[in-house]
């Protein structure tokens, strides 16, 4: 069952929204996300609420929902 969830981009607060299989990865977002807006998805994290979100989880194991918002960010730690 597909999940659609809103993705901002918190450098120029535009935002898209994604319809994801409980089996795509966090980095699956980032890569589609990235393309989007023309940046490289190396350089980039996502967030839901305070937690960064581990690039190798599925949807599923970090519990998107329907409807979630979540946030790109440049990495805090840094890159490529």
Known sequence: MTVKV???????????RMELEPYESVEDIIDTAAEYWGKDAGAYVLRKGSKLLNKRQSIDEINLREGDTIEMIPDPEGGS
Do not use: E, M, R, Y
């Open 6 to 16: 809103t993705v901002v981009n918190t450098l120029n607060n535009s935002s898209i």
